[in-house]
């Protein structure tokens, strides 16, 4: 009966499990960024759409809508502060707000503030 030796001492094995090891943190640590980025977007893309529909309603109506859309997406409080400047020459529409959201990474937590800013020209 043969039997074969394997020339392997493991070391790929162990180079391999702290990859997957590397990867499953910056996963870990990533979605929550991810996702505080993405709702800033989101919320961004929504300040714009309102500013481009503006001429059909109040600035009422406009900072009650994104109040809303900033609960739904889970921002927090200060996110709902919406300032709305309208101008007439030019024909220009600019809607913002700023909020800061604590970001937990490893080893440290970091205060991030964001800045939403929509402006469009009518």
């Not at 990859?19 to 499953?24: C, D, E, K, V």
């Not at 997406?73 to 919406?82: F, H, M, S």
């Not at 007439?88 to 937590?109: A, K, N």
Request: proline share 4%.
């Amino acid at each position: 009966m043969v039997t074969r030796r394997s020339s392997t001492r493991g070391a790929s094995t162990l180079g391999c499990l702290f990859t997957i090891m590397l990867l499953l943190a910056v996963l870990y640590y990533g979605i929550d960024a991810a996702r505080v980025y993405w709702n800033f977007y989101k919320f961004q893309d929504e300040m714009e759409t309102s500013a481009r529909f503006a001429a059909t309603q109040t600035d009422d109506q406009i900072r009650l809508h994104l109040k809303g859309v900033a609960q739904d997406l889970g921002l927090p409080t200060e996110a709902q502060r919406i300032v709305i400047q309208r101008s007439q020459h030019p024909p220009l529409m600019i809607i913002r707000s700023q909020y800061t959201v604590e970001l937990t990474l490893p080893f440290t937590h970091k205060e991030v503030t964001l800045r939403p800013v929509a402006e469009v020209r009518q």
